[in-house]
Every structure is written in C-alpha cells, then in structure tokens.
C-alpha cells in the first residue's frame, strides 16, 4: 500500500491518453492511427514551440505502438538505421540534428518509401522548409503531412492539471490553478512540475493542496518577491 502510495506521486509518463488535446485533435487522432498500424498516412512532420506537445505526441505514439523506435537528435547515426520490423520510427528535435544524422535520416525515408508497413514522424521546432537542414532532406521531409501543433490554452492547461490531480487521487483547492496560471510560468512543462512539487509536499506535510499550501512552498524555494507578492516568471 505504501509503495502504491508513493506511484501516484510519480508524474504519469506521456500518453496519446494523457495528451490534452485543445486545438490538435486532428493531429492527436492520426497519431491515435499511426499507432494502431494505419498507414494511410505514413509520413508526417510536427512543428510547434517548446511546450506545445511535439515531443508528448511522440513518445506518445511510441508508448503505444510495440516496436516502435524513439530517436533523438543527438543518437548515433545507428539509431537511424532502417529494421523491418520497426513499425514506427519518431525522430525529435530535427532542427538540432547534425551532418551525419541528417544524412542517415534522408537514407531512412528513402528506405521507408519502399516499406508500406513502416511510418515516419518527425518534430521539430519549425515547418520543414524553414528548417536548417540540408535541402534534400527538406525536401523530402516537405512530401510529409505537416502539423503545426498549437499551445494548450490557458484553459486547457487547467483541464491538464486537474486530470493530473484526478489520476493521483489528490484534491485542489479551487483557486490554486487559477492562481498558477495567473502568476508562474504558463510553459506547460513548468506548471506540470510546480504542480508536481506542490503534490510532493502536500504529502510530506499531510496537508491539504490550498493556496497557502502553495505559497509556502514558494517561499521554501524562494520564488517569492521582497514586497512579499509573487510574480509571474517569463515565458519560455
């Protein structure tokens, strides 16, 4: 029972179930498809800021698709290897990749065009004609289905945060996420580890998640103003 207690405390791994979709329902679904083996469409590149999802979305489809292969930008240039029993390979942060993985990664759609059981889906930061990559692999990443994936909503962050609470089993004081949201950083991931946080320490404490619980949270971190307020840190 302790140890069960305990993994709910653990942040939950991202999930196409946990990916609060807001404005990138179409995208959520065809990763839903991809990962259930539709290879209808096979190729598809998702851009967006950091904290808009990219990322989730992949190892989302990774999580759910046996098999599947997650490659960031910095892997051997091993890990863009074409296997045929892959069905899934996910490549993040494909602005970062260097020459030699940009090169491995152009051979790996070539082979993947003749491997109709096979899919692509590449992230990065920026569309692929804007990416600084060599340009025959932007041209090829160009033939892919692009999605912009848009930021959560102020709104639907807050519906995150309270799925977050819902799955541990934890109650919020009805002002503490608005409250967040108005003054901490909005970057999603930032919230999610506040929140994390202010969790870890409602435990320890056995008190209840209020917004005084949060606040002396805050002042234990010293994220606190000398006039005693509490500011909004920038954006990421």
Not at 59 to 67: D, K, S
Not at 121 to 150: I, Q, S, W
Request: proline share 6%; aromatic share 6%.
């Amino acid at each position: 029972m302790t140890q069960l207690t305990l993994d709910l405390h653990i942040p939950a791994a991202p999930s196409l179930a946990n990916f609060v979709a807001g404005r990138n329902a179409d995208c959520l679904a065809l990763m839903h498809r991809i990962a259930d083996g539709d290879r209808a469409r096979r190729f598809v590149h998702l851009w967006g800021a950091r904290g808009s999802g990219c990322s989730h979305l992949l190892r989302g489809v990774c999580a759910e698709a046996p098999g599947a292969r997650a490659i960031a930008a910095d892997d051997p240039v091993a890990a863009f290897a074409f296997e045929p029993d892959v069905p899934v390979y996910a490549v993040d942060d494909a602005q970062a990749l260097g020459p030699a993985q940009q090169e491995a990664l152009f051979h790996l759609f070539n082979r993947l065009q003749a491997a109709p059981h096979a899919a692509l889906v590449v992230a990065a930061d920026a569309p692929p004609r804007g990416l600084p990559l060599r340009e025959d692999l932007r041209t090829r990443l160009g033939l892919a289905l692009v999605f912009e994936v848009h930021p959560l909503s102020d709104e639907d962050k807050a519906q995150a945060l309270r799925l977050e609470a819902a799955r541990r089993g934890v109650n919020v004081a009805a002002d503490v996420i608005p409250w967040m949201l108005a003054h901490q950083s909005r970057d999603m991931r930032a919230l999610q580890a506040l929140f994390d946080a202010l969790d870890r320490h409602a435990y320890r404490t056995r008190r209840p998640i209020t917004l005084p619980l949060l606040r002396a949270l805050l002042r234990e971190r010293g994220e606190v103003h000398c006039g005693g307020g509490f500011g909004r840190a920038a954006d990421d």
